[in-house]
């Protein structure tokens, strides 16, 4: 069995994380609910399960969490937007990535047809919701994000998922970069060890956005629907 976080721990170890980010609070924006969307980043069986070929420490923790969350951003009728990283060949479609996986044309690896690469049935999208395949680990890379943030008149970009050190922090950078305010959650994305979750924390923090939590996110939300 992996050695997973647990919900408790996460709990346990929040006001911790939420402290070492402190410093950096005067530079936080404040979500508004009316320009929002929510981009969960890569919730996969591959990352979550004890199956899993690349299981995510902090993944499995925050699944209730983001199940929560993507029903309050339904409440408030604005969109939930799910991304989802698989190959069909690796040796065509992957790129420096797979070559840094070692991957193969025969590799099972978040390969597109394999039970794996599926989103978490806990967090299974919507039938109206927007599920982005990628090939890299910024959401926009080579995906038609922005173009779908765009539309749906978003300034604000939540960022959840996983791994928090990888292609959640990847795609938190290319919002950034394409001027959209970034949101992280520090309790809705999850990293490979406590270590380098908290160092991305700080990281975005700094530089990047607005770290805070799912239960904030999801008042801010509740608030705009009971107007």
């Known amino acids: 069995m992996n050695d997973f976080l647990t919900e408790a721990e996460l709990d346990a170890r929040l006001p911790q994380w939420a402290a070492k980010v402190g410093e950096y609070k005067d ?8 320009k929002a969307a929510l981009v969960v980043v890569d919730m996969q069986n591959e990352f979550l399960t004890d199956t899993g070929m690349i299981p995510v420490w902090g993944g499995p923790a925050i699944i ?5 969350l993507m029903a309050a951003f339904r409440r408030a009728g604005r969109p939930v937007i799910h991304t989802r990283h698989c190959y069909r060949n690796p040796e065509i479609d992957a790129g420096a990535t797979g070559q840094w996986w070692k991957l193969d044309r025969n590799s099972r690896l978040l390969n597109v047809n394999s039970p794996g690469s599926e989103i978490h049935p806990a967090l299974t999208p919507q039938q109206d919701e927007y599920v982005i395949v990628k090939q890299r680990y910024s959401g ?4 038609n994000l922005d173009s779908l943030l765009r539309m749906f008149d978003v300034r604000d970009v939540v960022v959840a998922g996983v791994a928090s050190n990888c292609c959640c922090e990847a795609t938190a950078h290319d919002a950034f970069f394409r001027d959209y305010h970034v949101f992280f959650l520090a309790d809705g994305t999850g990293g490979s060890d406590e270590a380098s979750h908290v160092a991305v924390l700080r990281d ?7 770290v805070l939590t799912c239960a904030k996110v ?8 009971a107007r």
């Not at 209730?64 to 929560?68: I, N, Y």
């Not at 975005?204 to 607005?210: F, Q, V």
């Open 204 to 210: 975005i923090a700094w530089t990047y956005g607005t």
């Open 64 to 68: 209730r969490r983001l199940a929560e």
């Open 140 to 143: 926009f890379f080579a995906t």
């Open 218 to 225: 999801a008042d801010q939300l509740e608030r705009s629907v």
């Open 27 to 34: 530079r936080f924006r404040t979500l508004d609910p009316r």
